[in-house]
């Protein structure tokens, strides 16, 4: 691993060298945010719903922590030079979309109904838990890589405010 001299600045993510691995850490970035968007637009849908009032106040600020992310990864990706694509996310929002409906068929029994919830949020949680990973691993095999994720992606990812309300109830 290179040192970094004082004084020195990491290159840009656009000097990057378009090579597989800069494109694979793209597609999976494109992976996270394609699970963000889903969350905040799905979570949107049930907010006011009145089969989920008692869950209405961890939905609200679950949608503001989400959309503060997705924020921050429009950043990550300005930074790159890029814009975000779902083109290769279709099995993803197949399986989120599975989730989602089950939540909305469950939504007249408040503990399926919540427990269908933290399926679908523990799924996307693996989701980009895998694709962080992947990150990780092309960034021990590529420094530039490796530094840029440190300094702008491992902030994006740390609060679960839905999941622990809900995960609150039942222990």
């Keep these: 691993m290179k040192k970094k001299i004082p004084g020195t600045v990491h290159p840009h993510p656009t000097q990057w060298a378009p090579d597989k691995l800069t494109i694979f850490f793209t597609e999976h970035l494109n992976r ?22 008692d869950l209405q106040q961890a939905i609200k600020d679950t949608i503001n922590e989400t959309e503060e992310q997705i924020a921050r990864m ?6 790159l030079e890029k814009r975000y694509s779902f083109e290769n996310c279709t099995s993803v929002v197949a399986m989120l979309e599975d989730d989602f409906t ?23 949680e693996q989701i980009e838990k895998n ?13 530039q890589i490796g530094t840029f994720l440190h300094e702008h992606l491992n ?3 740390n609060k679960r405010t839905l999941y622990n309300f ?4 039942y222990i």
């Design 32 to 53: 996270i945010y394609c699970t963000r968007a889903h969350l905040a637009e799905r979570m949107l849908e049930v907010v006011d719903n009145d089969n989920f009032k």
């Design 74 to 79: 429009d950043g990550v990706y300005a930074l």
């Design 102 to 124: 089950a939540i909305q068929q469950q939504s007249n029994d408040e503990q399926l109904r919540d427990m269908s919830i933290i399926l679908y949020l523990q799924d996307i």
């Design 131 to 143: 694709s962080i990973q992947l990150l990780q691993l092309v960034a021990n095999s590529h420094h």
């Design 155 to 157: 902030r994006i990812f």
């Design 166 to 169: 809900i995960r609150a109830k």
